[in-house]
Structures are given as C-alpha cells and as structure tokens.
C-alpha cells in the first residue's frame, strides 16, 4: 500500500523542525551562558573607567566653561563702554537739537558739559570726557583743572601711544572707534594699567566723546561670576569641585566652605594640609589622576578616594573633583544582580519559545496537508468530467498558487474550446461595425476640416467641399494635380522640402501653411498629413486635414505690432529692440527709477502708475533734440536712443546734463510727496542694450548716478559678482536650500475654489529668507547650474504634490526643453510618481522668441502623450505671438500681468486682452490672468470670460512642505 503524500510531508516537517529547535535552544543558552560569565569580569573595569572618564569629564567641562568666560573679557568691556558713550552721545544730541536755534555755540557745550560731568559707571571708576579736535579738554570730571587747556594733548602711555592724537588722526576716515591705553589706576596712582575705551565724534561741533574701562576691574568680575557658576555645576553633577590658586589659597570648595579664601598652612586639618600640598606639586595643564585617603561629607572615616585635577593657567588656578571607590564598588554589585537575574529570564523565554514554535509548527503543518489534499481532490473530479462537460475549475477553492496556475491552464483549455466555435460569427460581426464607424468617421472629418488625399508622387486623388470652398477650385480642376496649385509664392522652398522629408520617412508632418485660392486671396490653414502605410509598411498614399486659421492669423499680426507702453504711451522695449536692430552707430541711455518697489508696497498701484506717467511727462519735456528718443520699458525703466546724426561726446554732454536736472525731482501724488531719485547707464557700444544695463548696475553697486560702459572698466568688477553668485549657488545646491513655493490659481466660475497652484523657485539665504529668482537665474544659466536647479525644483515640487490630489504646474524655459538630461528627468520622475501627470502642467517661459520649434513640438507631444497639459506663460508681451497658440498645442495661456494690472483704466489694454481671449476661446485653449493685484481687476477678467486668475490679491506665494 502506497503513502499518502500529505502524511509524508506532514512526518517529515515535524521531525526536521524537532531537531532545528532542539540544536537552536542549546546554541542559545550556551551563548547567553559563555556572555554572562564575560560581563561579570567586564562590569567592574567598566565601572571604574566610566566614573573617571566622568569625573576628567566634568572638569574639562568646567575648563570650557572657563576659556568661554576668559574670552568675554575683551568682549564684554567693548560693549559696554560702546553703549556708554551711545548714550552720552544721545543726551548730547538731544540738547543740541532742543537749543540749537536758540542758543549759540558755547552755552550748548557748556549744557552738554553739565549733564556729563557727574555720571559714574562700572563701579564708580567710569566717567565721560571730551576733547575738540584741536587736542584741548572740555570735558574731565576728575580733573575739572585742565578744561580749556591742552595738558592731556601730548600724554603718552607707557607703551609709547600718544592717544588723543591718535584719535584725531583716525577721526578724519571714521566717526568712531575703539582703543586700548595705560592710564593710572584709580587705587595706585603711581602705576598705571591697561584701559579699553571708545570715542565718537560729536559731529555738530566736531568734538570726541569718550571712556574707558581697567581691563583688571572687569577680569575681576569675570572671576567671580565663573567662581558662582561652577558652584550651580557642583549641585548639579553631585560632585565636589574645588579650586586653588597657585598661592595655595583655597578658592571654592563646596563641602568645606571652612577651607575657602585660606592658604592651606591656616588649615587646622594635617591630612587635609597635606593633600592640597600634593595637588599643588603634582598640577598639570593636560590634568591628572591623584588616589588619595578622604572622608565622605558628615562622616569621621578615611576612604580611598580618586580625583582628577587640571591646572587652568590664565588665571593660575588648579580645578578638581573626586569620588570614592566604595561608590563604585555599590554600583557593581547592583548592575551584578541585575545582569544575574537577566539571565535567568532569557533562559525561561528560550525554554518556552522552543515549546510554543514546536506547537506552531504542527499545527500549521497539519492545516497545510489538508488543503493540498482538498485541491488535488478538485483536480481528480475535473478530469473525470472534462469528457463531457465544459465545467471551469473553481479557483477560488484552490489553496496555492501552483494549483491555481494548474487550474488557471485547465480553464483556458476550456475557453479556448468555446471561443473558436464563435470566432468566425464574432469576426464577421465586428468587420460590418468598424465599416460602419469609418463611414461615420468620414462623415465627421468632411463636415469640420479641409480634407484631401494624394497618391506617392503628390498628386491629388481626393478633395472635399470644404477644400473646393476654401480654395474656390472646383473637384474637377484639382484631380491628378499637384498641391503646387494653391501653394503661396511666398512660402519658402525649405518648408516643403522639410515637410516630403518629413512624411517620405513615414512620420507625422504639423504646420501652418499659406496658400492662394484661384481668386488671388491669401489664406492660411493649419495641417496635419499623415502616410497611410500597407499591410508591409510600405507607403500607400497621403491624407491631408486642414483647419482654416485664416482670422487667428491676421488676428496675430494685429498683437505683434504692438510697440506701444499702454500705460505712458510711449514707445515700448519691442520698438527700441527693432530700433536697435535696423541701424548702426547708435547711442543708448537706460534710466531706473530707484526703490520704485516701496512706492508700489505703501502707496499702491495706483499711486504707481501715476507716478510713471509723472515722470514720463517730464522726461518728455526735457527731451528736444530731434535726434533723441524716449522709450518706456519694463517696470521702472526708461530710455533715450541717439540716433547715427548725434555725436558721442554730444550724446555724451545730454546725458550729464539730463541726469544732473532729474538728480532729485518732487512729485505729489494724491496728496502724497514723492522724493524720485533716479540711476542710469549709458552706451556707445554694439550690445548697446546689454552694455547700458551693465553701466546701470554698475552705477547702483558703486552709488553714482551715471555710468558710462565704454569709459568704467571697472564693470569687468560685475564678473566677479558673478563668480561670487556662483559659488553662493553651488554651496545652496549642496546645503539643499533650493526652495519651492507654490501661488494658488482661482477658478473665476467659483472664486472660492483654488483649482491649481504654480510652483516658483526661491534659495534661502544664511539668514533664512527667500531670494527671488531674479538675483540668480541668469547667472545660474551663465555658469551651468541651471539644470541642477531646475531638476531640484521638479524632484520636491513631485513629492509635495504626489501627497495631494492639486493639480500644480513648473516652469520651464527653452533651455529645459532642448536639454535631452533634463526631458529625461521629468520622464523619469513622472514614471516614478505614477499618476502625477495627469495633475501637472508645464508652463512654457520664453522671452527671446523660440526658434527651436521642432524640438518644442517634440516636448509637448511628448508629454501630452504621458498625460500632462501645456500652457505658454506671459503671453500678450514681449516674443509672445499667435503663431506660438497654431504651432504649438497647448491647453492654457497666461496672459501677462503687464495687461491685466491696467484693465480698469486703459482702453487699449482692454482692447488686446479680449483679443487674446477670443483667440484662445476659438482653440479651445483655456486663459488664465496674471498679477491679479484688486478686487475690481478680478471682476473684470471674470466679466472677459477669462477661465482662472492668479495674483496676490487671491493667494500670496507659500513654502511648500
């Protein structure tokens, strides 16, 4: 008789774990047993090694302590004789300002004198005197004898210093200082020692005020409070420290006050002469063991006793503490005991851990066998019905995943029986659907787009109404012709050759073509053509789709010749660029309101903006030269172009002449008085731009109000700023204080509903502030840190999000997108934070025009394709066009705040804003508005139909988690 293979099994499972759970038992005892007997001999080494690396502890503690206080000395003395003659000179100033126009000269110096002269500090040695700057004493309170005269002009320490003439001689650079002197000691005046002292002028009569401090008095102090402090140490630790000098005089002992300020001879306790005698003899700097016979506090009986004493030198101390030995020998015995009974318990668990894992084992052997027996006993009814029935397994029953694969293939033998009597019936059926759907399909293309087909060689074999409407030939003239027939003369060969190029290798061509329908009109579609490919891959024929984009185009163009500022109405940074760019031999002047920020923060926009047009008035008012020319650009700037007819030094003589009659104009604004103070940069050079932006700079580091870039060489200095901006970056790129915020964007059907957020990029300072990007993104481009930055922004904005349900967006410039390291990043943390794109938004910034289409393209269908949306970012200035919104597909536009902040009071504002939104709602392509600052600029952006709004007035930036 054959075994059952479940009673096999649950046999040898039983034994084998018998066996590993006996051997493992005796292993553990055994080992508990060899570790026990070694931390018996180990304890009592221990124990006396921690106390006396606790006791040489404490005192290296207590010679810190020391050195801390020692290093105040210099420290505290300067502060206070600082902040004593701070407040003389506060006093002094107070009765200058009280009596000025009132009294002359010498009855406010005679008023100052009094008030000073019977002021006593640090201890009653601290008085104030004066001298004027001629040497002679006006102030002594000790020596009132020598006011008016010059007898201290010449005093002369003992290391040779003549002092008030030092004074004099430093007063010329600076307003105050400090010094150290010797002067006679107020309890011997016949020697003198060291002082420390500061003076300051008294700038409105051109007099010094001054004091000073012994250097020996504040040691003093500083001795005792030390002494006080190590007393609270003593309490604290429960250890006795004691102190003695080098003269043998006991400084602190807190057990035997009785010993304190007596040399040891006076001690009336032999033993305790003897050992302080020792102590003294065997005193090291580096410290010292000393075993020696003591008796406890309250007690008559000598006990061993170790100390440690170190001996401190610049205050020619010797510091120590002690304990005794039968303290340690308590400690052993209880940490014996404790370790004795440890092991007893160890060797109780073990004993029943073995039995309750034995018990375990069965039990769960037991239960196993029976479920294998229950799962093959399914398998044994299975095959004998699999004849004549298609009954599935139950998987459900099975217990093990080999089983339920066994049965998950039996299963499949089924179904696969069942599935080919009905594949032919479901094949047909599923033929006469999808035939039905193209149908439709092509029903749905020829009713929205321009649609056409060609053969391999271009030829046209399919057009429909729409392309016959839109180019007003008709079917039968655009049959077996080439698309050269509607193509623009103005199209650039390069584009179509890029286009066969592109469809030839059987990709996707997108683009915006302008074509010329048969009535001579021009008009433009956006197209998309596809390779149909065969059954071998092989190219069989072209299909076309067109949208006719013929309004969204001319639409653009109207945008792009907007060279106007909206708000001074002056030429704006677009026309002084095409300026620049169309002629040589020009002359630039920038000019910058300075803090123009502060008028914004405390007075408002408003307030703001009246305050450019102020100034825009007056800039135009003192501008007549026909060969000059006034801009307005970004924020706070200005500037003046000279023309090829005026000469440099010309150019040059205007703009002193400029400068000096705005140095400081006076505005009133609402009733509010603006002091305007403006700083410039000027240029002769090519780069005129870039050359005047760095004169500026240069002119705002170095505190002048006109620079000029081809004369300062200096401005290579700006270079070094950017080494040291550098090396700032790199040190917060390795701190990790690369720090993201994130600004809330508001639904305007629901304003209480914050639908997304926008992740903007700070660094903390040492100090703990955020600095804008601003102050170092150009410059972290210019030295290849950019990337580092840009991928931390993107790594901690993903991990604060992927704890959220927001949906959030990330900047990104050109110089992300084109960078391959960077794309494969965000690919990389997108498939890592599994879900997180269908929340994320790239925001594309460019400033400078894109020219990198295809790669831009690339990007967006890239990501598009892994689940995130596009949008562009300040849209409506600067590069921004329309062509951006048909060449590249995105799903938002942030129309910039340089409009939106001027809605409620400018028409042409108005007039551009509602263009863009009407241009975007025809691409179905959402809008949000940018610096939305005022309850009345939100209602208004709603009332345009704009879908979101971002600004301070809804959310201010905040720190992310």
């Known amino acids: 008789m054959k075994t059952k293979l479940s009673k096999l099994i649950s046999s040898i499972t039983t034994r084998i774990s018998l066996f590993l759970i006996l051997i493992f038992g005796i292993v553990w005892i055994s080992t508990i047993y060899i570790h026990y007997k070694k931390n018996v001999?180990?304890?009592?080494?221990?124990?006396?090694?921690?106390?006396?690396?606790?006791?040489?502890?404490?005192?290296?503690?207590?010679?810190?302590?020391?050195?801390?206080?020692?290093?105040?000395?210099?420290?505290?003395?300067?502060?206070?004789?600082?902040?004593?003659?701070?407040?003389?000179?506060?006093?002094?100033?107070k009765i200058y300002d009280k009596h000025k126009d009132s009294k002359n000269k010498d009855e406010i110096i005679l008023l100052i004198k009094e008030s000073l002269r019977n002021i006593r500090f640090f201890g009653g040695t601290g008085y104030f005197f004066i001298y004027d700057l001629t040497g002679k004493s006006i102030l002594h309170p000790l020596k009132p004898e020598i006011e008016n005269t010059y007898k201290f002009k010449n005093f002369t320490d003992l290391n040779g210093k003549m002092v008030i003439k030092d004074w004099i001689k430093n007063l010329k650079t600076k307003s105050e200082d400090y010094d150290t002197w010797t002067f006679y000691k107020v309890d011997d005046k016949e020697k003198q020692a060291l002082k420390v002292g500061f003076y300051k002028l008294f700038e409105p009569y051109g007099f010094i005020i001054s004091t000073a401090d012994y250097l020996y008095r504040v040691e003093a102090e500083l001795k005792k409070e030390t002494i006080e402090r190590i007393r609270y140490i003593t309490e604290d630790s429960g250890l006795n420290f004691f102190i003695i000098n080098g003269d043998g005089i006991t400084v602190l002992n807190k057990d035997y006050p009785s010993f304190e300020n007596k040399h040891y001879d006076d001690f009336n306790n032999e033993k305790a002469k003897n050992i302080v005698k020792k102590l003294i003899d065997r005193r090291n700097k580096n410290g010292v063991y000393i075993p020696y016979n003591w008796k406890k506090v309250n007690s008559n009986i000598y006990q061993k006793k170790l100390s440690y004493v170190k001996d401190y030198e610049k205050w020619d101390w010797i510091i120590g503490t002690g304990v005794f030995f039968d303290d340690i020998e308590e400690i052993i015995k209880l940490k014996y005991e404790e370790l004795k009974s440890e092991i007893i318990r160890d060797i109780i668990l073990i004993v029943l851990f073995m039995l309750s894992t034995l018990l375990i084992v069965y039990l769960i052997t037991k239960r196993i066998n029976l479920r294998i027996y229950n799962s093959l006993k399914i398998f044994l009814n299975f095959f004998k019905e699999i004849d004549s029935s298609n009954q599935k397994i139950n998987l459900d029953l099975l217990e093990y995943d080999e089983f339920s694969k066994i049965g998950q293939y039996a299963n499949k033998m089924i179904e696969t029986r069942i599935k080919n009597e009905k594949e032919i019936d479901f094949k047909n059926q599923e033929v006469l659907i999808n035939v039905s759907l193209l149908g439709e399909y092509k029903k749905a293309v020829d009713a929205a787009a321009v649609v056409s087909k060609t053969d391999i060689d271009g030829k046209i074999i399919y057009v429909n109404e729409q392309f016959c409407s839109i180019s007003g030939y008709s079917e039968l003239e655009l049959i077996n012709k080439n698309h050269n027939l509607v193509r623009h003369p103005d199209a650039p060969v390069s584009l179509y050759k890029k286009l066969w190029k592109t469809i030839l290798s059987k990709k996707i061509w997108k683009g915006v073509l302008k074509n010329l329908a048969k009535d001579g009109s021009t008009y433009y579609v956006k197209s998309t053509i596809i390779p149909i490919l065969d059954i071998k891959g092989e190219i069989k024929e072209f299909i076309a789709i067109r949208y006719d984009v013929t309004d969204l185009i001319k639409q653009s163009k109207q945008i792009k010749f907007q060279t106007t500022d909206l708000l001074t109405k002056l030429p704006n940074r677009q026309k002084l660029l095409e300026d620049i760019n169309a002629k040589d031999n020009l002359k630039l002047l920038i000019i910058n309101i300075e803090r123009f920020k502060e008028i914004n923060e405390y007075y408002g926009y408003e307030t703001g903006d009246k305050t450019l047009i102020a100034v825009s008035e007056l800039f135009s008012e003192l501008i007549s030269d026909k060969n000059l020319k006034l801009f307005k650009l970004q924020g706070d700037v200005f500037a003046i172009l000279g023309n090829e007819y005026i000469s440099e030094q010309e150019f040059k003589d205007m703009s002193i002449k400029?400068?000096?009659?705005?140095?400081?104009?006076?505005?009133?604004?609402?009733?509010?008085?603006?002091?305007?103070?403006?700083?410039?940069?000027?240029?002769?050079?090519?780069?005129?731009?870039?050359?005047?932006?760095?004169?500026?700079?240069?002119?705002?580091?170095?505190?002048?109000?006109?620079?000029?870039?081809?004369?300062?060489?200096d401005i290579k200095d700006n270079l070094i700023n950017n080494v040291s901006w550098t090396k700032k970056l790199k040190k917060t790129i390795r701190e990790d204080k690369i720090v993201v915020v994130a600004q809330p964007i508001i639904s305007n059907k629901d304003r209480n509903v914050i639908n997304k957020y926008e992740c903007l990029v700070r660094i903390e300072d040492d100090d703990g502030s955020l600095i804008s990007p601003m102050h170092f993104l150009n410059i972290a481009k210019k030295s290849k840190l950019y990337t580092s930055i840009t991928q931390t922004v993107i790594e901690k904005a993903f991990q604060h999000f992927s704890k959220t349900t927001d949906t959030f967006s990330i900047n990104l410039t050109i110089e992300d997108i084109i960078d391959n390291k960077t794309v494969e990043f965000i690919k990389e943390k997108i498939n890592q934070y599994e879900g997180i794109s269908n929340r994320l938004i790239f925001e594309i910034v460019e400033d400078e025009g894109i020219e990198n289409y295809n790669e831009v393209i690339n990007f967006i269908e890239t990501m598009k394709y892994l689940g995130c949306s596009i949008a562009i970012d300040d849209f409506g200035t600067g590069y921004s066009?329309?062509?951006?919104?048909?060449?590249?597909?995105?799903?938002?536009?942030?129309?910039?705040?340089?409009?939106?902040?001027?809605?409620?009071?400018?028409?042409?504002?108005?007039?551009?804003?509602?263009?863009?939104?009407?241009?975007?709602?025809?691409?179905?392509?959402?809008?949000?508005?940018?610096?939305?600052?005022?309850?009345?600029?939100?209602?208004?952006?709603?009332?345009?139909?704009?879908?979101?709004?971002?600004?301070?007035?809804?959310?201010?930036?905040?720190?992310?988690?």
Request: hydrophobic share 35%.
């Open 658 to 713: 400029f400068v000096k009659e705005i140095k400081s104009i006076h505005l009133t604004i609402d009733e509010n008085n603006l002091d305007i103070h403006f700083i410039s940069g000027a240029s002769f050079i090519r780069n005129y731009f870039i050359n005047a932006e760095m004169a500026r700079d240069h002119a705002k580091q170095e505190n002048k109000r006109l620079v000029f870039f081809d004369e300062n060489k």
């Open 41 to 93: 001999e180990e304890l009592r080494s221990i124990s006396y090694k921690q106390k006396t690396e606790y006791i040489s502890s404490e005192i290296n503690r207590t010679i810190s302590l020391l050195d801390y206080n020692y290093s105040l000395k210099m420290k505290r003395i300067k502060k206070q004789v600082k902040q004593r003659i701070y407040e003389a000179y506060t006093i002094s100033q």
């Open 881 to 961: 066009n329309f062509d951006y919104l048909m060449k590249l597909n995105v799903d938002y536009v942030k129309i910039d705040g340089s409009m939106i902040r001027y809605l409620d009071h400018d028409e042409n504002a108005k007039v551009v804003t509602e263009l863009v939104v009407k241009f975007a709602e025809k691409l179905n392509i959402k809008t949000i508005a940018e610096f939305v600052h005022s309850e009345e600029i939100h209602d208004i952006v709603t009332k345009m139909g704009i879908d979101y709004s971002q600004g301070f007035y809804l959310g201010e930036p905040k720190r992310i988690s």
